[in-house]
């Protein structure tokens, strides 16, 4: 299976002037939100491998990842002369890259895509293993393809430009890359000054993370099995999403993935065994670092009811990626409706709700 370059870059202008050079210049599009044109734009806008690209231009956050979004995207390529030869750069997070790699997919049926991710969340997560999508009728990523990036470009820089809330976004994906790696990553990561996004260390742990990520999709690409690791958490962070979004206070992709952690770390616990001692780590973790998410018992209902429609699951049944222990996963794990609303009593024991 084919797989993106991945480029840690030092000198941004060199690397895009390699990777843009099969490309005819009037057939390089660079697509932002408008956070990352105001932010990251100037960075590259002048560089002369861009001197003839086209810009284009969304609203940033979660909530327009969504059909006008994507409508905007391909009226750009098209009203530009787009082609089959032409090439999209998605300079952005995890926003950016998912729609902007499903335009890609489907615009004349696809072109190519470079990522050159500008959070941390982006870079470990949504700009690597080609999954793209738009969120649809109210449900997460409801709607996408997979598309492989030509290649993603990682630029500690752009990483420096992140508020704290969005820095701890996307270090919980890495916090489940440790847990789906193993106990001394895990114990790096917590130690982790996540007030210095961009240094040495921090990217280090990037690297790592990416290339946890990049092994998986590799082995799996189409999420048939193996890639099904990558969803610790996620079945219970979506639903806590969904929810945020019903009530009209969108929470972060990535706090949603801290709680929703805590609370598959306890079904982990209950049917596997995992250990109370690194739960309990866990949970004092990201409390402190991202605080609490109040459900309330009112609440199970509409969490279970979106849970059922997760991608993953077969047959009605809801499914779960848990662990027997720090990097001993257990795809394909199943719970009933009481126990997942014990769950949801035990993060709410756990938060202090």
């Known amino acids: ?3 993106s370059s991945l480029f840690f870059s030092e000198n941004l202008q060199s690397d895009l002037i390699f990777l843009l050079s099969g490309y005819a210049p009037s057939q390089v599009f660079v697509l932002c939100d408008t956070t990352t044109a105001a932010l990251c734009l100037p960075v590259v806008k002048d560089f002369k491998c861009l001197e003839q690209a086209c810009f284009l231009t969304i609203p940033a956050g979660d909530l327009h990842k969504d059909v006008t979004s994507l409508t905007t ?9 787009g082609t089959r030869k032409s090439v999209l750069i998605n300079l952005g997070g995890g926003m950016v890259t998912d729609l902007g790699g499903f335009a890609a997919a ?3 049926r696809g072109i190519d895509v470079i990522n050159l991710p500008t959070s941390i969340l ?5 700009s690597v293993g080609g ?16 598309h492989l990036p030509k290649a993603v470009v990682f630029y500690a820089p752009f990483f420096r430009t992140l508020d704290k809330k969005n820095v701890l976004s996307g270090f919980a994906e890495m916090l489940k890359h440790g847990l789906l790696s193993d106990s001394v990553y895990l114990a790096q990561l917590l130690s982790l000054d996540l007030s210095q996004p961009g240094n040495a260390a921090f990217m280090d742990a990037v690297r790592r993370s990416v290339g946890i990520k990049v092994d998986i999709t590799t082995k799996d690409p189409t999420e048939k099995s193996l890639r099904k690791a990558l969803n610790l ?12 979004h019903h009530r009209g206070e969108p ?3 990535g706090y949603a993935v801290a709680w929703g952690l805590i609370c598959e770390l306890y079904l982990s616990a209950k049917k596997l065994g995992f250990p109370s001692q690194t739960l309990q780590q866990v949970i004092r973790f990201v409390k402190k670092a991202y605080g609490i998410f109040h459900i309330t018992c009112d609440d199970y209902a509409y969490l279970i009811e979106t849970m059922t429609h997760d991608k993953k699951n077969e047959n009605a049944t809801i499914n779960f990626t848990l662990l027997e222990a720090v990097g001993d996963i257990r795809l394909d794990q199943t719970a009933d409706k009481a126990l997942i ?5 035990f993060y709410r024991d756990a938060m202090g709700i």
């Open 1 to 3: 299976m084919p797989s």
């Open 73 to 81: 995207v391909w009226e750009g390529l098209s009203r530009q002369g």
């Open 106 to 108: 489907s615009f004349k």
């Open 122 to 126: 982006g870079a470990v997560d949504a």
């Open 131 to 146: 999954k793209t999508g738009i969120n649809f009728n109210g449900l997460k990523n409801e709607i996408g393809a997979f």
């Open 233 to 244: 958490g996620h079945t219970t962070a979506h639903a806590f999403e969904s929810l945020s």
């Open 251 to 253: 929470v972060l992709h």
């Open 341 to 345: 609303e014990e769950m949801f009593d």
